[in-house]
């Protein structure tokens, strides 16, 4: 490591000594919101660093990328970290949490997916994915009243332990076959003389596909999905739903790059991964009454519908699935930036009954909600829809059009769960409890992401011209 | 074709229609507080929109491929979207029916009192879709616009509906969004073949008319685009969801679902389907006749069966679209004409049976035919108004549904003398439940102490109908001169 690579990690390194300092400062400082605020102010500062920071050729000790690519991740999950930290500040306040390390431990988290973002050498890819997945194990744990939340921290613990062992195997197993570490010589290595996979590059990419599967909770590994994301606090839960599994996604769009490709062994497997992800994710959010529930398995059925792009193998299918990466992050952030809006002292209206009639006391929260679900559904003139539509256009282009309309199919049965919370927001009946009025940072996070959706809805272009020129 | 129009109009004429009711409608919901002038905004609005169709009707001259203006921007270039509106005479004629029907809308939906705002914003956003759709010629567009129609009609059937209101507006929305999704794969599916062999990718749809497809292709994207359209127009056996919606909807929902949205279904066949796979389509058309013959049948004899007045009224619906579907599919210049007449005519006499379905109810309470009854005794201008339009949808001679179904008829008979006689037997079915409604209605011993007559805005929403529905009928060339050229375009390429 030279001085250059030091500079390209620049603002990751602002980033960590701005979220230790916070740590330390919540021993002496109890105001909670001022803490917040400068993690917020630390973590725009570190996107804005890594925005103007100059372009640096090459890798950063081997390890992680410097280019378009993980810089575009690296401001991206900044600013996600940024918003998570905005719809937190009722939430810690009300519970009275220990601010610097609530901070501290999103900050870290960040800078885990921006660096899993980047990777670029398998050693890089685990650090990563274990700096992210070791503050969430504690984030979502964070509402210590709730046994909820206790149930949904272990059950996340306990998972992701089994995935690392995954993924360390998975790694172990590619490294021994192919003798590299660093990518795309690791995977390269893998192919056998008649262009197929290794024995040992199979069953390592099994392995990390395993742990991929329950990063992003694909089919089959999906289970713990909904049980976490109900017990998780519905600022942590925005930050799960979006950062932890974009991350690990766009991680993932590098490994498959590389791999070029002996890829074709393993696009069999993927194709019904994908489609079960999808038709599952459809069909378990229809009988869901809980708000937070059914977004888990709407990010389910989103994540299937993520895989369809990257089986694409194609430019057009990767930047497809960047797209709809931004979008779906952007429409479920302020999914749970409404939720949050709407908790008073940790309590969520999580129930679909306590949300009943609550379009016509909060109209403009339920309003934005309703366009951000609409978005997730992919209606049309909202962003949601340019990404389903990018996403099937690369898919029939590569000739994947029994995948495309299997994700027709289930984002139609999709449809059908999320009109459900619509209807029961304009319905009626009234409920007498009063949910919190709300404060202006969680308003500035909604107008943000209504304006996101409409304005990439309208007018995508500009956002697929930056990924294009940025595909590695 | 499109893009040697030489008498572009300077100024966007056709944005400024299909954007200014969108603008009114975020008015409106930004001013939810003022009731009175909530409705005054739409109202003021719909007849501005009319107000620019009828100016566009009389100044615009069609030049030789049919298209009074055009609109064509690069929209989203990485796909090749582009945002065109272009209007030919189909398209002209659909545009005046839809803005006249909307100011109808706005009058009937005068005594709403939840939600005044947020209703008729969305009666608002729902003219706007609706015109997108009359007016796109980008697949993308047509499309975007095409499920844009469909959020404020699932609303105002959801929160304004009756009681199964919460079903039926789901029915609704995720049975068209069935259909709607399907033709999404076979856009995207056409645009992708056109764009690997010409190396040109667009979703315009004179563009993709040229693209050089197997049977086997047409078929199967023809079935994608056939997906949305049958089940909007709706085509038996596609149409359970409209007796649901239709009687579950308020008074103005009903009106704009029969009045215009199962329109945008036929429209979408004559200007997409039909012209994208001429051989698939030539291949079907035995088929559609089948199926429009079924319909008519079919549904002719569940309307006569029917005791809930909206619920009849939506099957005589589904029936007069057989027959519209009938002509089109004998594949003639009168026939043609006389479907698009039909369409028109249908609009207008049902638009006005719902509307005064909805006036009765609010004096009765009941669209029941069991419990209706003698209403002449009591309110004679208005039983006089209802007979006027009941006749006119059974029929009558002189009156507006008669010339469509008249054209229709010889249209058909020119090619399939069969299918011509059957509809004549078909049409027999819509005199009997007809007259069964105007004998239950009307007739009778009165159940009611007393029945007040038409207010006079009820008179200013039912006399611009009447009188509609008599010039439909006597004198229909005002209709049919703009639709010729494009009929005669649209028919040219095939037998």
């Known amino acids: 490591m030279n001085w250059l690579d030091l500079l390209a990690l620049g603002p990751h390194v602002f980033l960590v000594f701005g979220a230790t300092s916070l740590l330390l400062l919540g021993a002496w400082c109890s105001k909670t919101r001022v803490i917040l605020l400068s993690g917020i102010f630390v973590s725009l500062l570190s996107a804005l660093l890594s925005g103007i920071a100059p372009p640096v050729d090459g890798d950063i000790a081997g390890l992680f990328s410097a280019g378009g690519y993980a810089r575009f991740f690296t401001i991206f999950w900044f600013l996600t970290a940024a918003i998570t930290l905005m719809i937190s500040v009722r939430f810690s306040i009300e519970?009275?949490?220990?601010?610097?390390?609530?901070?501290?431990?999103?900050?870290?988290?960040?800078?885990?997916?921006?660096?899993?973002?980047?990777a670029i050498h398998l050693l890089g890819l685990f650090l990563g994915l274990e700096a992210l997945t070791l503050a969430f194990y504690v984030l979502i744990a964070s509402n210590r009243r709730s046994e909820l939340s206790a149930e949904a921290g272990l059950k996340y613990l306990l998972l992701g332990a089994v995935a690392t062992g995954f993924l360390a195997f998975g790694i172990g197993l590619v490294y021994t076959a192919s003798g590299s570490l660093h990518l795309p010589e690791a995977f390269q290595g893998l192919q056998a003389e008649d262009g197929h996979l290794r024995a040992w590059g199979l069953l390592g990419w099994g392995l990390l596909l395993t742990a991929v599967g329950f990063k992003i909770s694909l089919v089959p590994f999906h289970l713990w999905t909904a049980d976490v994301y109900q017990g998780t606090p519905s600022p942590v839960a925005a930050f799960l739903s979006t950062g932890a599994k974009g991350a690990v996604v766009a991680g993932f769009i590098g490994l498959v790059i590389s791999s070029g490709s002996a890829w074709k062994d393993l696009s069999d497997l993927l194709w019904v991964v994908a489609a079960l992800t999808m038709i599952f994710g459809a069909l378990g959010g229809l009988p869901q009454n809980n708000l937070k529930r059914l977004l888990a398995y709407s990010s389910i059925a989103h994540m299937g519908t993520v895989l369809v792009g990257i089986l694409c193998q194609t430019p057009t299918g990767f930047s497809a699935t960047i797209f709809y990466i931004v979008v779906y992050v952007i429409a479920n952030l302020g999914t749970f930036g409404v939720i949050a809006s709407f908790s008073r002292a940790g309590e969520e209206p999580e129930d679909l009954d306590q949300w009943r009639g609550l379009g016509y006391r909060n109209p403009l929260r339920c309003t934005v909600l309703t366009l951000l679900l609409l978005s997730l559904a992919g209606l049309p003139a909202t962003a949601g829809f340019i990404g389903k539509?990018?996403?099937?256009?690369?898919?029939?282009?590569?000739?994947?059009?029994?995948?495309?309309?299997?994700?027709?199919?289930?984002?139609?049965?999709?449809?059908?769960?999320y009109l459900k919370v619509v209807i029961v927001m304009f319905s009626p009946e009234s409920q007498a409890d009063r949910p919190s009025p709300g404060e202006p940072l969680e308003f500035g996070v909604l107008a943000a992401c209504t304006t996101a959706v409409i304005l990439l809805g309208l007018f995508p272009g500009p956002l697929f011209d930056l990924i294009s020129k940025i595909l590695p | 074709m499109i893009n040697t129009v030489d008498t572009l109009p300077a100024f966007p004429w056709l944005s400024l229609m299909v954007f200014l009711p969108l603008s009114g409608a975020l008015l409106c919901l930004l001013h939810t507080r003022s009731e009175r002038d909530c409705r005054w905004l739409g109202l003021t609005v719909a007849v501005a929109t009319f107000g620019i169709a009828i100016w566009l009707f009389l100044s615009q001259q069609p030049n030789a491929s049919g298209w009074f203006c055009?609109?064509?921007?690069?929209?989203?270039?990485?796909?090749?979207?582009?945002?065109?509106?272009?209007?030919?005479?189909i398209a002209l004629v659909m545009v005046l029916l839809t803005t006249f029907l909307q100011i109808v809308s706005m009058l009937l939906a005068w005594p709403v009192r939840r939600h005044v705002g947020l209703f008729f914003a969305l009666l608002l956003i729902l003219e706007s879709g609706l015109l997108g759709i009359f007016l796109a010629q980008d697949l993308i567009l047509f499309y975007l616009f095409w499920e844009v129609a469909l959020i404020p009609m699932f609303f105002l059937i959801g929160i304004w509906g009756h009681n199964r209101r919460h079903e039926a507006a789901l029915k609704f929305f995720l049975y068209t969004l069935a259909g709607s999704l399907f033709m999404l794969l076979a856009i995207i599916g056409l645009y992708v073949i056109h764009g690997d062999q010409t190396g040109h990718y667009s979703f315009l749809i004179s563009d993709l008319a040229r693209t050089e497809l197997t049977l086997r292709q047409e078929y199967l994207l023809f079935g994608g685009f056939l997906a949305a359209f049958a089940i909007k127009s709706p085509l038996v056996p596609f149409h359970t969801w409209l007796p649901d919606a239709l009687s579950e909807a308020p008074a103005v929902g009903s009106l704009d679902l029969t009045g215009?949205?199962?329109?945008?279904?036929?429209?979408?066949?004559?200007?997409?389907?039909?012209?994208l796979f001429p051989n698939a389509t030539s291949e079907c058309l035995p088929i559609f006749g089948t199926f429009a013959l079924v319909a008519l049948?079919?549904?002719?004899?569940?309307?006569?069966?029917?005791?809930?007045i909206k619920r009849l009224l939506a099957y005589s619906s589904i029936s007069h679209l057989g027959l519209v579907v009938l002509g089109l599919a004998a594949w003639t210049f009168t026939a043609w004409q006389g479907s698009l007449l039909l369409m028109v005519s249908h609009g207008i006499t049902t638009g006005a049976l719902l509307a005064m379905v909805a006036m009765i109810r609010q004096r009765i309470a009941t669209r029941n035919l069991q419990k209706l009854s003698g209403l002449w005794a009591q309110a004679p201008c208005l039983s006089a108004l209802f007979l006027l339009f009941a006749l006119a949808s059974l029929g009558l001679p002189g009156l507006a549904n008669f010339s469509g179904e008249i054209l229709v008829l010889i249209g058909t008979f020119q090619t399939r003398p069969i299918w011509a006689i059957m509809g004549i037997a078909g049409v027999v079915f819509a005199a009997a439940y007809m007259l069964r409604l105007i004998q239950r209605v009307l007739w009778g011993e009165p159940t009611q102490a007393e029945v007040a007559d038409l207010s006079p805005r009820e008179w200013l929403i039912l006399i611009p109908l009447a009188i509609l529905t008599v010039w439909l009928g006597i004198y229909p060339a005002t209709f049919l001169k703009p639709l010729e050229t494009p009929v005669l375009l649209a028919l040219g390429g095939l037998p």
């Open chain 1, 95 to 118: 519970l009275n949490l220990n601010a610097g390390e609530y901070v501290a431990l999103v900050l870290f988290a960040a800078l885990g997916m921006a660096l899993l973002s980047s």
């Open chain 2, 297 to 308: 049948f079919h549904a002719g004899w569940c309307a006569y069966h029917q005791d809930d």
């Open chain 1, 389 to 417: 539509f990018a996403i099937f256009h690369a898919a029939i282009q590569s000739g994947l059009v029994s995948l495309a309309i299997i994700g027709i199919i289930s984002s139609l049965i999709a449809f059908a769960y």
């Open chain 2, 260 to 275: 215009l949205l199962i329109k945008t279904g036929v429209y979408g066949l004559i200007r997409i389907a039909f012209p």
């Open chain 2, 70 to 89: 055009v609109e064509d921007i690069e929209w989203i270039g990485r796909f090749s979207i582009r945002y065109n509106l272009a209007m030919d005479g």
